[in-house]
């Protein structure tokens, strides 16, 4: 919560989804958001849902859209906990570590405190994961559970609790995301049949309609919003939202995030890399975590397996996917953060039922270190980075500009510099509009008799003055920074004639 405090809101998708989440709480509208009267269908509705009771309460405000992030956050670092207990109940401490790590990767920081749905969709699939430790780990003797069905040790109060916490989580992760808040599951639990395929001591095949039935009963949930939402918009959200958001981002590189022909073999290895600088510092002990966890010396087999698999689901899903982003592996991240901790922290795993512990206790000295890592983390990114970055962000300045110079009623367009962000930062009932970059327009906008404002960018504002020397031009000031989403420094002006 601290961290959401820290810096304003970025460009592009946190300002488009918080200033949606204002235009529903001011035109009580909750079937689906728009920005000025557009409706915004890339993404379901849970986070705006959340962000409208927050700005109720809390004003047109960065933590207010931000704390729907946070608590998937928290949710998540939640079910991280439990699920770690669940693995390893012999270790208590792993479990806190594991879970203290989780909010210290720099992909969660950059995500888990946003206006953004990834926190939301952290948040449901691991729930959805915790829920299945309780069936595929129902007690401490799992190695040695001869049970003919793996339902048949669970008493009728914990078989309630799994189906309620899948269907839980399954549910919000779609309402978060969509459909693949329930793929990622879905492989994971195909990946891990798979590998315990040799198994005979217990048998799943009774879990596998269950599993399905829960899961169709998810999306019947989602389709209860979604269908009346397509409806009121005639169509939008199958077209923008299934079409162009899914169907699109899986065969097509949408805004160059991905590569074409050739190159598309070269970033099979895209995730990987992204995993080596997202989970920083921690994958300094990847490889020795890892080379543990594989030789099951910190994980008995099963779960050793249910946290590899947990981990290829989503990794798998989005290098199969055209367009990549970076935050699309968030979801795996719990499940190395276990696996992390537990090698840090020395649990005694075991090969077999019968095989010694490779270690007694914990070593304390390396716990202490990883909590050491942990703040020095959280300290870089609220002391250093987050105010460093503050002061070369364009968009606050100049609404402060706008704000001080005239009134919330006068007109305001923007040319050249048309980040959403502008829309959350200038007062509700300004008329904010898109001015095209000529300068036979920007006169015309400039003339027009609502004497309005203009956010130009330095470039526009040259090639307008040389092409109308002779006219007038109020320039209120001008604010210098880095535009962070075109990777330009920029210099921005406000002027009226």
């Known amino acids: 919560m601290f961290g959401a405090t820290r810096s304003t809101l970025w460009d592009r998708d946190e300002p488009r989804n918080a200033y949606a989440a204002v235009e529903m709480a001011n035109t009580g509208n909750w079937l689906y958001p728009t920005v000025k009267g557009e409706v915004r269908a890339k993404k379901p509705i849970l986070a ?24 998937g956050t928290l949710l998540a670092m939640l079910m991280t906990f439990l699920t770690a207990r669940k693995l390893l109940p012999e270790s208590p401490r792993t479990a806190l570590v594991a879970t203290a790590m989780l909010p210290a990767c720099p992909l969660v920081i950059a995500t888990g405190a946003t206006a953004t749905t990834d926190g939301l969709l952290l948040g449901g699939v691991t729930t959805a994961f915790y829920a299945l430790t309780l069936i595929f780990f129902n007690n401490e003797k799992h190695e040695n559970n001869t ?26 992760a779609q309402y978060a995301k969509g459909p693949v808040g329930i793929a990622i599951p879905f492989l994971a639990v195909a990946i891990f049949l798979v590998m315990i395929r040799r198994e005979r001591p217990v048998r799943y095949g009774i879990f596998i309609p269950v599993f399905i039935f ?16 397509d409806r009121a918009t005639n169509g939008k959200f199958l077209q923008i939202g299934l079409k162009n958001e899914i169907v699109q981002r899986t065969t097509t590189v949408m805004e160059s995030h991905g590569g074409k022909s050739w190159k598309a073999l070269l970033y099979v290895f895209y995730y990987p890399v992204v995993l080596l600088l997202t989970f920083f510092p921690f994958t300094l002990f990847l490889p020795a975590a890892i080379k543990a966890w594989w030789k099951e010396k910190i994980f008995p087999r099963r779960a050793a397996w249910f946290l590899g698999a947990w981990t290829i689901a989503p990794i798998a899903i989005f290098t199969c996917i055209a367009t990549k982003l970076p935050h699309y592996i968030l979801p795996c991240f719990p499940a190395l953060c276990i696996v992390v901790a537990a090698y840090v922290c020395g649990k005694g795993g075991a090969r077999s039922p019968s095989a010694p512990a490779v270690s007694a206790k914990p070593p304390h000295l390396a716990t202490v270190k990883m909590i050491c890592v ?109 535009n962070y989403t075109k990777g330009k420094f920029a210099e921005i002006h406000f002027i009226r004639l």
């Open 48 to 71: 705006y849902w959340m962000m409208i009771p927050c700005v109720k309460t809390l004003g047109q405000t960065e933590l207010a859209v931000r704390l729907p992030a946070i608590f």
């Open 147 to 172: 049970q003919k069905n793996i339902f048949s040790s669970l008493s009728s109060f914990s078989l309630l609790k799994f189906c309620l916490l899948l269907l839980a989580g399954l549910t919000f």
């Open 214 to 229: 829960i899961g169709l009963l998810s999306i019947a949930f989602f389709l209860a919003w979604l269908i009346p939402a």
């Open 374 to 482: 942990i703040a020095g983390v959280y300290l870089i990114w609220s002391a250093v980075l987050a105010p460093v970055a503050e002061r070369y962000k364009i968009t606050p300045g100049i609404c402060r500009l706008v704000r001080e110079s005239v009134t919330p009623d006068v007109k305001i367009g923007m040319c050249g510099y048309e980040e959403p962000s502008v829309y959350f930062y200038l007062p509700a009932e300004t008329p904010v509009v898109t001015v095209e970059r000529s300068p036979e327009a920007i006169r015309e906008f400039l003339e027009s008799p609502e004497c309005p404002g203009l956010i130009i960018r330095e470039k526009e504002m040259s090639e307008f003055r040389d092409a109308f020397p002779d006219i007038s031009i109020r320039e209120y000031g001008k604010i210098s920074g880095f």
